[in-house]
């Protein structure tokens, strides 16, 4: 499985994960937030297409492309909490002072956590971590765990958004340390660097929070 990182440092050093098989020429992607120029002159290089994009949450830095990746005939999947963000966030990026041509959308499938997506020769299982949003999710593909806006490498997200909630935050991020085989799980989180799982079980200051 193949894991490519597009990042954007000015636009909150947000991360679009593109995941395929190396014998696939069908990709998912994890989260949309920006870059969809960029991820198409990739695949065109590579000869592959994304067939769906998995969003961790519905924050508009996740879903800027959202619209025009659905135009290009790629499924949308999002949790059932945070589909309606996807179509009522009005100004989007305008109250971090950022412009965006996010257009409103509506996902094409709906999920509840628990599912296991046989998507492109890979599966993916959903794992439902609120918190941040309500309708938070996390994908564990193989070896990879897409953790979103849940945890990130040495820091956590933030819960003072509507909907928000510390101690569902300290749970979800709970339920992830407790994958099996952690030692040997990357963390791909939706801001900034990489990490390891068990070395975030160890040391994220999540841990430390007192509710
Ligand atoms: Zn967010």
């Known amino acids: 499985m193949i894991v490519k ?14 995941v395929y098989d190396e014998n696939s020429s069908e ?4 989260d949309c937030g920006r870059g ?9 290089e590579h000869g592959i297409t994304v067939k769906y994009v998995l969003l961790t949450h519905g924050h508009f830095d996740h879903i800027t492309d959202g619209s025009e990746w659905q135009k290009r005939g790629a499924k949308i999947f999002v949790h059932e909490a945070d589909a309606d963000k996807l179509y009522t966030q009005g100004s ?9 041509n996010s257009k409103h959308f509506h996902a094409d499938n709906i999920l509840k956590g628990g599912e296991r997506l046989e ?11 609120p918190g941040h949003t309500p309708g938070g999710v996390c994908y564990l593909a193989d070896n990879a765990l897409f953790s979103g806006d849940t945890i990130f490498a040495g820091s956590y997200g933030r819960t003072d958004f ?15 340390f407790s ?22 079980a160890r040391n994220n200051p999540v841990n430390y929070v007192i509710l």
């Open 5 to 18: 990182t597009f990042n954007f440092p000015v636009f909150l050093d947000g991360n679009c994960y593109l």
């Open 119 to 129: 998507l492109c020769g890979l599966e993916f299982e959903v794992i439902h971590t």
């Open 36 to 44: 969809i120029n960029k991820i198409n002159s990739y695949c065109a």
């Open 179 to 200: 994958i099996d085989n952690a030692r040997n799980i990357t963390v791909y989180p939706g801001h900034g660097p990489v990490s390891n799982l068990e070395y975030e």
């Open 92 to 100: 989007l990026g305008g109250r971090f002072g950022l412009l965006t």
């Open 162 to 176: 509507p909907g928000g909630s510390i101690d569902s935050l300290v749970s979800s991020a709970a339920k992830l």
């Open 27 to 30: 990709a998912v992607l994890v």
